[in-house]
Each structure stands twice: as C-alpha cells, then as structure tokens.
C-alpha cells in the first residue's frame, strides 16, 4: 500500500515536470565531452594491455566447448549446436565458431578481439540508456583490470555477447522497437546461459508497461523450452542449489553484489550486509519512479536476477568459508552498480545518496587499475606452455599446472585431449612446434 502511494505521488509529480528536465538536456556538452573522452582513453588502455599481452593458449573447456566433428562440414551438427555445456547452452557462440572455421579461421584468437568488441559495444548501450553526463561516471570501473580473465579467455564471448544483445534490447526498448528488443533478446540468450534465466524477467516487466505481451511471452516460452530440456547430470559441480535460506546463499550473494561496489576481499559482514540492503533500496527507488527510468528500472531488475541465480547454482562452491568468485564472475556485478546509480542521479533530495555512492566507488576501485594482472595470467600461460614443451621434448605425459589469478591452485591438468584436439582440427598457437 505504501509503495502504490509512493508511486502514485512520483507520477503525479513527473506529470508537472518539463520533458527536458525529465531527459536532463540542461547538462552542459563540455562535461559530456570529457566524461566520454575519459571513457574512451580507458578503453583504449584496457585494449593496449589486454591486447599486448595476450598469450594464445586457451584451456581445456575451449577445446571441449567449441570442437566438434561437424566443424568440419559444411552443414553443422545441430545437436553440437545446441548441447548443454556444464548448465547452459552456448548456440550462438558456437554456430558463429562454425562459420570462422568454414573460411579457414584454425585460432581461438579472433574471439578474444571480437569479444572485447561486444564488451565495448555493451558499454555504449549503457551510455545511450543512462544519458546524464554524471551517471557515465559510473561506468568507470568497468575498464578495470580487475576484468582480465573476461579479456582474456575465448570461451567467455558467450558472457560479453550475451550482455551485449541484453543491454541493446533495453536500448530498443527505450526507442519502442520492441520487435528489435525481442530479437536481441533471443540473441542474448543464444549466447549465454544466463541470459535465458534473466531475459524474460527484463521482457516481462517492460510488457507491463507497454501492454505487449506477444513478445514477453515469447521470450519466455523459448526459456522454459531450454529449462525443460536442461540435462542436470550434466552440471554435476553444481547440481545441488544452495537456497536462499540457508547462510551459504547470503555469502556467496552478498559477497558477488559487494564486488560491484569495488569489495573484492572477504571484509566484516557488516560490510557486505550494508552493500546487499542499498542494493535493494535502491531497486526499491528505481520502482517507485518507474515511470522516470522504466527501462533502466528492468534492466536493473533482470541483472539483479542473474546474480540471484548466479548465488542459486553457485554458492555451495566454498573454500574454507570463502566464497570463490574468480574475475571472469566479476562482470555481473559491475553491470548493476551503473544501472541503479544512474537512478539516484535524477532528483536532488537524492543526490547525497548519489554522492555517497560515487565516493564508495571512488574508494572502492582506487587501488583496482593493477594492469599487471594482465602480465600475470601471460606469465601462468607461457608457464604452462613451456611445461609442455619440455613434457614433448621428454616425452612425458602431458600433464602441466593450470591455474587462475585469485583461485585456489587446483592439482596439475592433463592436456593430452588439448593437443590432440589442436592437432585434429588444424590450430595454430604462435607457431609451437608441440602442435604440429
């Protein structure tokens, strides 16, 4: 009841307001200019480091995730196509894998390039949908590199792809081409897993407002055609789902939202408690003025769902009462915090609250922009490489360490599938001779 108030006084007053003070045309150009100037130049670097040290030596899962015998013919294998791999289905990623294979593409390098492209595009839908020069700011902390594995693996085309179409179905949305929004919406969730548990939260709430449930409903009949057809054996890792109710959800969830936030080390609960309870203030505020910002308010709502379902199939992966949250599960997180600060900036009563929020992610990231990281995983790949190289040369088994930056060191991984399958199907890694 006192929601519904709330939200019938914010209408009435939205009502009396100008619409160029409800799009915030007031904003001076040269504050714009240099906000998107910085926010190029980050990008710029992020590339320069993501791109001068990168090693091409993909693990495993690559391989496993996107080999398959139909690579070679020219009609693919639609059953490979659209296999689980682990919890999720990976189509799109695969069938564009199939067409770079049919015009000679024999590295996974195009999609570490074609993915910091879709990281780079997702940050441009955001700018087109937050608009006020002051609410980019928060886009800040996206071109850390704190986000190298996400750079840095081919296999996570499938997470930047899938967010790419999600947030261009919320620019689509904004403009009312909601046949568009629908397609990339679909195109989100043939790229990403995740995308299938959130997308219809996104498509739902904007049909609510629109009044078109034709394309919602689509949306989600084709992500209960997916669940449906879910394999659980196939994830056994994460079979069991730690439920909200028991104290591993609320660790591993409170600690994914405070990353958002900058946290990235196990602080006071206190801590993480107080990021979890104004992560969901601020989703309350955005509903309230949901006639201000609908479609920052359902885009904020669908990604806040990911990292619910993401907590869901994750959170019993604990070590020693830490929950394990590697960088490439960092991006969830660092989306939200952009799209719900861009909420408070609108009003001024609020703007204490927008700048406390600035601040915290001012402290939160200050010591965030260790380009070294990059060096780092380059260096655990050469290591890895030159194992195998002495490994050939002895002829030893393949079996060489593996490890990412933040994780626990797991025991050493046989890579005798992974040089089989580079050898199989033609890949060429900088030239090693251990492939030929």
Known sequence: MLLKALRDRE??????????????????????????????????????????????????????????????????????????????????????????YQ??????????????IFFLGTITNLA??????????????????????????????????????????????????????????????????????????????????????????????????????????????????????????????SKHLSIGYGILHNQLILIQGFFTIFSFLSLGWMAIRYRRHPTLTALAVAIFAGIVVTALSRGNLIYDGTPAIPSRYFYYSMLFVPVIGAGWISKRSVWPIYALLFLILLRGYWNKWDWSLYEQQASIRMNTINCLIEKTMASEPLICPWYAIGEPAPANQDFTYTIQSAKEYGYDWSNLQIYR
Not at 59 to 77: C, M, Q, R, V, Y
């Open 11 to 100: 209408v009435i007053r939205l009502k009396q307001e100008s619409p160029e003070e409800l799009e915030g045309k007031g904003n001076q150009p040269w504050v714009l200019g240099l906000i998107v100037l910085a926010l190029g130049l980050l990008g710029l670097v992020d590339g320069y480091y993501h791109l001068a040290h990168f090693v091409s030596f993909p693990s495993g899962d690559d391989f496993a995730f996107l080999t398959n015998h139909s690579l070679k013919e020219a009609i693919p294998d639609m059953d490979w196509i659209f296999s689980q791999w682990g919890d999720r289905r990976y189509v799109l990623v695969r069938l564009l894998w199939w067409v770079g």
């Open 128 to 253: 087109l949908l937050i608009k006020r020069p002051l609410g980019l700011l928060f886009l800040i902390p996206l071109f850390s590199p704190i986000l190298f594995e996400l750079h840095t693996w081919p296999i996570l085309i499938s997470t930047t792809m899938g967010y790419f179409f999600l947030t261009l179905a919320a620019v689509f949305a904004q403009s009312n081409f909601i046949v568009f929004s629908t397609i990339s919406l679909l195109l989100g969730m043939a790229s990403d897993g995740m995308i299938v548990a959130i997308a219809p939260v996104f498509a739902l709430i904007q049909a609510i407002d629109s009044k078109r449930f034709t394309s919602a409903g689509l949306v989600t009949l084709i992500s209960l055609l997916f669940f449906f057809s879910y394999d659980k054996s196939q994830s056994a890792q994460q079979a069991e789902l730690t439920l909200p109710w028991t104290r591993d959800f609320w660790i591993y969830f």
């Open 103 to 116: 015009f000679g593409v024999r590295s996974l390098d195009p999609l570490v390039v074609l993915s910091f």
